[in-house]
């Protein structure tokens, strides 16, 4: 798990939320790449891990704000379509793959 804490979180792009680990690794998420993988009850059903949000129906030019800090454990933030109800732990954004930019 020490793996997965954030040293520096950039959120200077409002398309784009780049974090920089403790260890070094860096992850760059793009905010529709976020949105798709949204793990809020909205978007996951939670009895059977099923995703209930199209990715299609997002569009990539997607813009986030308002990124919180949610205990020492996770991010939340609002996206430019009002979606805002997904906390994204620590653990979970260091297992997803951001694409490749
Ligand atoms: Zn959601």
């Known amino acids: 798990m ?3 804490k954030p040293k520096v979180i950039r959120r200077s792009d409002p398309a784009r939320v780049e974090i920089e680990w403790e260890d070094g690794a860096r992850s760059s998420f793009p905010a529709a790449f976020l949105r798709r993988n949204c793990p809020c ?15 299609e129906s997002v569009p990539s030019e997607l813009s986030q704000a308002d990124l919180n800090l949610v205990g020492n454990y996770a991010l939340s933030m ?17 297992r997803l793959e951001p694409p490749a930019s």
Do not use: K
């Open 41 to 55: 009850a909205q978007c996951v059903n939670e009895l059977t891990g099923e995703r209930m949000l199209d990715p």
């Open 78 to 94: 609002r996206f430019s379509d009002g979606h805002h109800t997904g906390i994204f732990s620590f653990a979970y954004l260091r």
């Open 2 to 4: 020490s793996s997965a």
